[in-house]
Each structure stands twice: as C-alpha cells, then as structure tokens.
C-alpha cells in the first residue's frame, strides 16, 4: 500500500513539473510574440517616418485590419478542415460547395487587404505605402525563414 502511495505521489509530482514546463514554454512563447510585434511597431514608425498623431492613426487602422484578416483566415482554415475531412471521407459532394466557399473567403481578405491600403493613402504619402509594402513582405519572409531554421534544429 505504501508502495502505491509513494507510486501515485510520484505521478502527480511528474505530472505537475509537465504541467507547470508546458505552462513555462506557452508564456515565453507569448512574450516572444510581443516582443516581435514591439519591434515591428518599432521599425515601421522608424522606417516610414511617422510623427506621434500619423502612428496612432496608422496602428489603428493596421490593428483592425489584423483583426479581420484574422477572422477570415479562421473561418478559412475551418473550411480547409472540412475540406480535408471530406477528402479522406471521400464525399465528393461536399468538394464543390467547400472549394467555392474558399474562395469566397480569399476575395474577401483580397478586398480587407485592398480596403486597408486605401484607407492608409489619408495618412500616409505614397513612399510610405511602398515602403510599407516592402516592409511587410520582407519581414514575413523573414518570419517564414527563421521558422523554417528553427523547425531545421
């Protein structure tokens, strides 16, 4: 009997130094996610030469756009699911209406994305857009290559 009590006290010590480590590497994931953002905040002010009122504009207008390019590529990755399910299921009446669906999707985050570039020329001149485009694209490459060597470790 003593030895099952030693034996589950154990387990639960395991268990709860798994849990705490699993907790440990979400919160340093989080703080690694800030700390990109902070320094991306940093860069653009810096790299499009914004004065105090133009950056709280532009991170307003940047923030919501974030938000429903989010949104949309939820909804997406959902109907990529399904879409997947219904392949390994093969019910290939679900392919059609699921492909359109998708579809839609990307015209929707095409038109967010063309909305916000639009919505951007109030504030800034048309250097900043180009910089800023720029900008964005070289910074998720740059995104997508550390991954990539991290996930190569």
């Known amino acids: 009997m003593k030895k099952l009590v030693f034996i589950f006290a154990l387990l ?8 705490e480590a699993q907790h440990m590497m979400g919160m340093m994931r989080r703080e690694r996610l800030r ?6 905040k940093a860069k653009l002010i810096e790299l ?5 009122e133009t950056a709280i504009k532009f991170f307003a207008i940047r923030n919501k756009n974030i ?11 959902k109907l990529t699911d399904s879409l997947r399910a219904a ?18 999707v990307d015209k929707k985050l095409a038109r967010n994305r063309m909305k916000y570039f639009n919505s951007l020329r109030r504030i800034l001149n048309k250097e900043q ?10 910074f998720k490459n740059e995104i997508k290559r550390m991954l990539f060597m991290r996930r190569m470790r």
Do not use: G
């Open 12 to 19: 639960l010590f395991f268990t709860a130094q798994i849990l």
């Open 35 to 40: 700390k990109m953002e902070q320094l991306e």
């Open 48 to 52: 499009l030469n914004m004065d105090d």
């Open 67 to 77: 938000r429903q390019q989010k949104r949309l590529n939820k909804i997406k990755d």
């Open 87 to 104: 392949l390994k299921e093969k019910e290939q009446t679900l392919y059609e209406p699921l492909i359109q669906k998708i579809i839609d």
């Open 129 to 138: 857009i180009a910089k800023l485009l720029v900008f964005e694209a070289t």
